[in-house]
């Protein structure tokens, strides 16, 4: 037994990657629609990621001062910094892109209105750091 096939029997015994059946991707897994939610959250943590780094550099004390060192000075800082603008807009896009399909399809019904509050309270605090935190 070769090197390689031990490595992947002690990979797949620990893993247990046999026991998982592989089945049919569903064609509704396919649509955009469906990965609504997931690109939302993606953008979350897109945003907490690039602010994370601008954090590093930014001082709120001076915010022009500092917002000048950030784009001339910081490696890369004028592309962080717009990265992070424009994914905070299409984070809200695609929030506002999922709750809609999410009530035209009627998904706030039972079993679901629950999720559906959430969504709300979500897209509200949403908006609440918007309008409270670009400028």
């Known amino acids: 037994?070769?090197?390689r096939q031990r490595f992947i029997n002690w990979w797949s015994d620990r893993l247990h990657i046999k026991d998982v059946p592989l089945s049919k991707i569903?064609?509704?897994m396919y649509s955009v629609n469906y990965w609504l939610g997931s690109m939302?959250?993606?953008a979350f943590f897109y945003e907490i990621?690039?602010?994370l780094f601008l954090l590093l550099y930014?001082?709120?004390s001076e915010p022009y001062t500092q917002t000048m060192y950030l784009?001339?000075?910081v490696p890369y800082g004028s592309l962080l910094l717009a990265t992070h603008l424009y994914g905070a807009y299409a984070m809200i896009f695609l929030a506002y892109v999922h709750m809609f399909r999410n009530y035209f399809v009627k998904a706030y019904k039972k079993p679901r209105e629950l999720q559906w509050m959430v969504g709300v309270i979500?897209?509200?605090l949403l908006q609440g750091?918007?309008?409270m935190g670009y400028r």
Do not use: E, N, R
């Open 26 to 28: 569903p064609d509704y």
């Open 122 to 124: 979500l897209l509200t």
């Open 71 to 73: 784009i001339q000075k």
């Open 129 to 131: 750091v918007a309008f």
């Open 58 to 60: 930014y001082a709120p």
């Open 49 to 51: 990621i690039t602010g």
């Open 40 to 42: 939302v959250a993606a």
């Open 1 to 3: 037994m070769s090197l």
